[in-house]
């Protein structure tokens, strides 16, 4: 999976004013779509929260994010998405995590 985050861009709300605006895609799973904010760290907080919710849409649908060569599941509610790790006893996370089950032994 890939998530771009592009430029930096100017949104003309009214005569007096603009946003600033950042177009955003995970790929393959959302297009490209614009992101916007009143300043450019508020736009980029919308973006990651997108992010987010695109990776939390895909889970609920039955996906599954790992963490980079590991079996260890993203924790989408982290604030840097880092894995979930050190909860459960080894027998429980070796193997294919879907669906969890108890393996003997």
Request: proline share 7%; glycine share 8%.
């Amino acid at each position: 999976m890939t998530i771009a985050i592009g430029d930096r861009h100017m949104i003309s709300t009214d005569a007096d004013s603009s946003d600033v605006g950042f177009y955003i895609e995970v790929e393959p799973i959302m297009e490209r779509r614009r992101q916007a904010g009143t300043d450019s760290l508020s736009a980029l907080c919308c973006c990651i929260e997108l992010v987010r919710k695109a990776l939390k849409i895909f889970v609920a649908h039955g996906g599954v994010i790992y963490s980079p060569g590991s079996k260890l599941p993203i924790d989408l509610d982290d604030f840097a998405f880092q894995p979930l790790f050190g909860l459960l006893r080894p027998q429980y996370t070796d193997g294919n995590p879907n669906p969890y089950r108890r393996k003997d032994g």
